[in-house]
């Protein structure tokens, strides 16, 4: 078996019970890594007997890997450090961790395509965020509309195209035939 499909069932193994939770409690977290999860799980599937892999898949699971290992890394360090292994208690604060993901993304996204933006501003909202979670503060209903409003205080998202890593995957998962209704995405067997 090729080495990338070996670390990539390597951390399947050891991550697939935390995403089964997220699946199962419909956590918004689910919703933004499924794309990449089932791109990778797929192109495992397709190529598990294999010597060999082309350059694309290789890249593709390459990246997917890294990315979705980045992802539940930070995802489980919030649920072990802040909520004491209490995935209901973690659950309650999914939005915030997502938004706290998506601020990581846009950041590097900021930093490759060399846009300037303002950096207390931007660790300012991550501050927040981290405080309403390390205090367990109620997470406000229109979270969404504030945190917005911040982001377009230091960066004018219309100015500029950002296609996240998940785009990405959407992309891919539709070019290899996959669809993300929700209904439809199944957390695969062990491999």
């Known amino acids: 078996m090729v080495k990338i499909l070996k670390e990539y069932q390597s951390w399947y193994s050891e991550n697939r019970g935390f995403f089964e939770g997220l699946k199962v409690h419909q956590s918004l977290l689910y919703t933004r890594l499924y794309p990449i999860y089932d791109v990778l799980y797929y192109l495992y599937k397709e190529n598990k007997n294999s010597d060999s892999l082309d350059e694309d898949i290789n890249k593709i699971i ?11 890394f930070t995802c489980k360090l919030y649920y072990e450090k802040f909520f004491n292994k209490d995935f209901h ?91 993300f209704d929700e209904e439809e995405i199944i957390i695969g067997e062990d491999i």
């Not at 390459?62 to 539940?72: I, K, R, S, T």
């Not at 938004?99 to 060399?114: A, G, M, V």
């Not at 959407?170 to 070019?175: A, Q, R």
Request: net charge negative; glycine share 2%; proline share 1%.
């Open 89 to 179: 208690a973690f659950l309650e604060y999914d939005r915030v961790v997502n938004y706290i993901l998506f601020l990581e993304d846009l950041k590097y996204e900021l930093k490759e395509k060399n846009i300037d933006y303002d950096q207390v501003a931007y660790e300012d909202i991550v501050e927040y965020l981290e405080l309403m979670i390390s205090e367990k503060k109620e997470v406000p209903e229109n979270l969404n509309a504030y945190i917005d409003s911040r982001i377009s205080n230091f960066i004018q998202l219309d100015s500029y195209d950002f296609l996240s890593i998940i785009d990405i995957f959407v992309e891919i998962g539709d070019t290899l035939g996959l669809s």
């Open 62 to 72: 390459q990246v997917g890997l890294e990315y979705l290992h980045q992802q539940v």
